[in-house]
């Protein structure tokens, strides 16, 4: 419960600097720590609930707010601008085309419409009849070496991009990454992953980050020099298995960790990559078994 009373102070928070000016500042790290947990956990918990990263709604609430002053206001777009964080009529015309699908003039001259972003309430549902099949690891420092690819962030849905990088892969390139996984030592995630790297707390949908088809080595291992290798610091995990459909189960599953899991267990994430591996499969991938990993650390009692 704790964790949809932070998300809702952050709330409170960004509507009273909104009332107070662009100038008023929006401190997530101080919110964080009033309620034990770190930024970076807040703001990823913020986007997988919402939808959005905490300066898209941010941004929203502006746009918002600046559509009521131009229709109830006679004030000038300038200072309409300069109101909501804009220096010039230019950067805040973009900002609320972006938005509203029209010009600041034109829903001034014709009273909308416009695409409000209503206040977000984040409240605890009564779920968790269905258990979930989760599991904590400890794993050392580790690599992971493969096929990387540069790819935007897509906050719903499968991401066609990725999708398109695996199946470039030769047949001889995926052998070659299971051999691989078939060879990693014991303590380090088994078999061919997915990992997603680049997904920082509050990166908006678009931002480019990297995805590495790869498998797991020992740190300080040497992997093969023509493959790309990302390294991930010793830590903790927690791993969900998911079975049914795919892939609408791996992404309720990523849906119900922030719901249901992270605001029932002492553990918050931490910086780090997201992985996902399949571990059975029918012939045309419609039905699977999978494991989501996930970086986490305990949170300290306050």
């Known amino acids: 419960m704790f964790m949809i009373s932070s998300l809702n102070h952050l709330i409170e928070h960004i509507e009273a600097q909104l009332s107070q000016g662009a100038d008023a500042e929006i401190d997530i790290e101080q919110i964080a720590r009033e309620h034990g947990i770190t930024g970076y956990h807040l703001r990823r918990m913020f986007s997988a609930l919402s939808g959005m990263p905490v300066s898209e709604y941010l941004r929203r609430r ?22 909501h964080g804009y220096g010039s009529t ?16 034109m829903v001034r001259e014709q009273g909308g419409p416009i695409s409000n972003q209503q206040v977000l ?14 599991r904590i690891l400890t794993c050392p420092e580790i690599t992971f070496a493969g096929y990387a690819a540069t790819v935007p962030l897509i906050y719903e849905g499968a991401n066609p991009h990725i999708l398109e990088h695996v199946r470039a892969l030769s047949a001889e390139q995926h052998q070659r990454l299971r051999e691989l996984a078939a060879n990693a030592p014991e303590g380090v995630p088994p ?112």
């Open 62 to 83: 502006h746009m918002t707010r600046a559509a009521g002053d131009l229709l109830t206001t006679g004030d000038s777009l300038l200072d309409v601008a300069v109101r």
């Open 121 to 134: 309430r984040f409240s605890l549902t009564v779920e968790g009849s269905t258990p979930m099949n989760v």
């Open 90 to 105: 230019e950067a805040f015309n973009r900002a609320f085309r972006t938005v509203h699908g029209k010009s600041p003039a």
């Open 191 to 302: 078999g061919v992953f997915g990992v997603t790297i680049g997904t920082e707390q509050d990166s908006p949908e678009g931002t480019e980050l990297t995805y590495l088809h790869g498998a797991c080595v020992v740190s300080p291992a040497t992997p093969p020099a023509d493959l790309d290798t990302h390294r991930v610091a010793a830590g903790e995990w927690v791993v969900f298995q998911t079975s049914g459909p795919h892939p609408e189960t791996v992404q309720n599953a990523w849906a119900a960790s922030a719901t249901n899991w992270f605001p029932s267990n002492p553990w918050q994430l931490r910086p780090g990559p997201s992985l996902m591996t399949l571990l059975e499969h029918n012939a045309d991938f419609t039905q699977a078994t999978c494991e989501i990993w996930m970086p986490v650390e305990a949170i300290t009692a306050h």
